[in-house]
């Protein structure tokens, strides 16, 4: 079963890049969701708790998300604290997701990856293809604003994560999205026709 590992920054399109595989029968796992699965996780919540205090935890107990990323981003340490906590148990969710998706004959799976940084130390070490889809920093704030997000937050968090020069360097296809959504879908599905029937 063949990993494409999608990445990107915020508002650049990899969930219209997914979509376009996944319309085609591929699997899909989103990291993000992966990662929000494991903090209702007991085990995940007791080391959260030790790490970062009770008043991340609304009153039922579940994690707020924002209070633990106001505390987990502060500093380094404090980021490489939760990484510590959380990464051990996504890459065991992956694990086991990527095996299920085996098991069923899928061809291949979608791995979209928000937070790539780069493939030797992360998931995507396994990856068969890395994609990356790219557009212009200001088109990528406007359709973030436009999904609801709020214009500090999006450059707050773009500027945490790494540069489109990186992504072209780790990436084996680039998809440079500053045209239409239907235009990437069909340029994606070029690639994805040309790929399956040679790879």
């Not at 890395?130 to 436009?146: C, K, N, Q, S």
Request: hydrophobic letters at 45%; charged letters at 30%.
């Amino acid at each position: 079963m063949k990993k494409l590992f999608l990445i990107g920054g915020m508002g650049a399109g990899k969930s219209t890049a997914r979509k376009a595989l996944t319309d085609e029968g591929l699997a899909w796992i989103d990291l993000d969701q992966v990662g929000h699965e494991v903090l209702t996780w007991d085990t995940v919540k007791d080391d959260l708790r030790a790490a970062f205090g009770d008043d991340i935890f609304d009153e039922n107990g579940e994690v707020v998300r924002s209070a633990l990323a106001t505390k987990a981003f502060a500093t380094p340490a404090a980021t490489r604290k939760l990484n510590t906590v959380t990464m051990p148990r996504i890459e065991e969710r992956y694990t086991d997701l990527i095996d299920g998706f085996a098991a069923e004959g899928k061809p291949a799976v979608v791995v979209e990856y928000s937070v790539f940084r780069n493939r030797q130390q992360s998931l995507a070490y396994g990856a068969d293809v890395v994609l990356a889809v790219l557009a212009p920093l200001d088109v990528r704030i406007e359709r973030a604003v436009a999904a609801g997000w709020d214009e500090e937050d999006v450059r707050a968090r773009i500027a945490r994560q790494i540069t489109d020069a990186d992504r072209i360097e780790a990436a084996d296809v680039v998809f440079n999205n500053d045209g239409t959504p239907e235009e990437l879908r069909n340029e994606v599905l070029v690639w994805w026709n040309q790929y399956r029937s040679c790879c």
